[in-house]
């Protein structure tokens, strides 16, 4: 793992210590990408003939390169769990997107005020919102 990877990796940990807060992230985090993804999904940006270009598409290829930009192996390994994230958050009726957006960050503030007892890494560095699920694929693969 790259350094600057494993530097963020750390940095994100550190607001995520408890096994409490961080069981809330594996129901959380997932419910939030999804519902981003479903709900960013109705946002169409241009259209070319049949294709459509929506603001998911767009999330999906910045929210990539920078997980390149940190390690490209992780970019790699990131890129079937966003595929399949997306996936489920297109077929998802919007009213059950919504309703998983809100249920996700309730399970965010339920870790960090319950079991951290300390706000989340977000609100610090804004860039900890697209490390949250990488983080949760490295400590999957235990590389966190």
């Known amino acids: 793992m790259s350094t600057s990877a494993q530097q963020r990796l750390v940095e994100y940990g ?3 210590a408890t096994p409490g807060n961080i069981a809330c992230h594996w129901v959380g985090i997932p419910m ?5 993804f479903g709900l960013l999904a109705r946002l169409p940006l241009f259209s070319a003939g049949d294709m459509a270009v ?3 598409e767009l999330l999906i290829v910045i929210s990539l390169a920078y997980y390149a930009r940190l390690d490209v192996g992780l970019a790699a390994l990131m890129l079937p769990v966003v595929v399949v994230l997306d996936v489920i958050g ?3 009726p919007f009213e059950v997107n919504v309703t998983m957006f ?4 309730a399970f965010q503030f339920v870790g960090h005020a319950v079991y951290e007892k300390r ?6 560095d804004l860039a900890s919102l697209l490390i949250g699920p990488l983080f949760l694929l490295a ?3 235990r590389r966190a």
């Not at 939030?32 to 981003?36: K, M």
């Open 32 to 36: 939030i990408v999804i519902a981003v």
């Open 14 to 16: 550190r607001f995520h």
């Open 54 to 56: 929506t603001a998911a």
């Open 102 to 105: 809100l249920v996700g960050w």
């Open 90 to 92: 297109r077929l998802l």
């Open 119 to 124: 706000r989340p890494a977000f609100m610090d």
């Open 139 to 141: 400590k999957a693969l």
